[in-house]
């Protein structure tokens, strides 16, 4: 008779070792810190993502306000010894018009760029858990970035992954981060509206953009996935500043707005004020130390 001993050759698989065991925890910790440098090393580069992208934008917003005041004001310029030239003007006006809806594009471009830098930074913060997969029979450990185990919150019990904080501390840290930008985002959403909607009436005859209209198609689906989109009313939500949430409706654009205003919306618009640099810096240097790796910041 077969001793029952021997049944163990035809047992079926067991599962992984609990998360939250010594034999786990040796098994996830080098996944976790592979998984974590890589989700924050991609943190960095989006971040230089989007100061590439915002300062094209800002160039392309530059070359609008130029091409729309140069318009504005045509009819006071001296022209000097062009001025018996045949619709010197008018021409000249014309040629402006056609540079300012070349920028328009440009800088349309540029702000899809941002909200696809932004939706990337999401799906880092997403990421950091490392997950078992598999079972305890496999000669290999597997990791995944998503749970096939409803017991297995991807932090192995909250332990620390390097040599303080654990998974949450760094998905909390990011956070932090991420959210600066997508405050940002509210805030280049408006001043994009505002330069897409100016122009000089006697030049041509536009419609202007509002806040609830849709600037590229996608946008507004994309804006949801960052939390960015009311559903309830079906437009995007107000910027705020901070934690600060404005319930202030967004006016319609001015169609003619001053010189000394667009002035504002360029400096507004470099200034970025939604994105505390300092702080930033801190977390970056404070996640550098304990993986020990140094994030450096290369654009500009």
């Not at 897409?196 to 590229?216: F, M, Q, R």
Request: aromatic share 10%.
């Amino acid at each position: 008779m077969e001793e029952a001993g021997s049944q163990s050759h035809h047992s079926t698989p067991q599962p992984p070792p609990s998360s939250s065991s010594p034999a786990a925890a040796r098994l996830w910790r080098p996944a976790a810190q592979r998984n974590l440098r890589n989700q924050w090393t991609k943190l960095n580069s989006l971040r230089q993502d989007w100061r590439a992208s915002t300062s094209a934008a800002r160039s392309h917003a530059t070359a609008i306000v130029n091409s729309y005041l140069s318009q504005r004001y045509m009819d006071g310029m001296d022209f000097g010894v062009l001025s018996d030239m045949p619709n010197i003007r008018k021409k000249a006006c014309a040629k402006l018009l056609k540079q300012q809806e070349l920028y328009r594009g440009k800088l349309l471009s540029s702000y899809r760029d941002m909200v696809a830098v932004v939706m990337q930074m999401t799906h880092c913060c997403k990421s950091m858990r490392c997950y078992f997969r598999g079972t305890s029979s496999s000669p290999v450990a597997q990791f995944s970035s998503s749970s096939e185990d409803g017991n297995d919150n991807g932090d192995c019990g909250g332990i620390p992954v390097f040599a303080f904080y654990s998974v949450s501390s760094f998905e909390e840290l990011a956070w932090e981060i991420v959210r600066m930008f997508i405050s940002e985002l509210q805030v280049k959403r408006v001043l994009v509206l505002e330069l897409l909607s100016i122009y000089d009436e006697k030049v041509a005859d536009a419609n202007g953009l509002h806040w609830p209209d849709e600037l590229y198609e996608g946008e507004f689906s994309e804006l949801s996935t960052l939390n960015l989109y009311s559903e309830e009313t079906q437009k995007p939500k107000f910027p705020s500043l901070g934690s600060c949430e404005s319930t202030i409706p967004i006016l319609p654009p001015k169609k003619q707005p001053d010189s000394n205003v667009l002035q504002v919306y360029i400096t507004t618009w470099m200034v970025e004020v939604n994105i505390d640099r300092c702080r930033m810096d801190e977390v970056f240097a404070t996640v550098g130390g304990e993986m020990r790796v140094e994030f450096v910041e290369t654009f500009g």
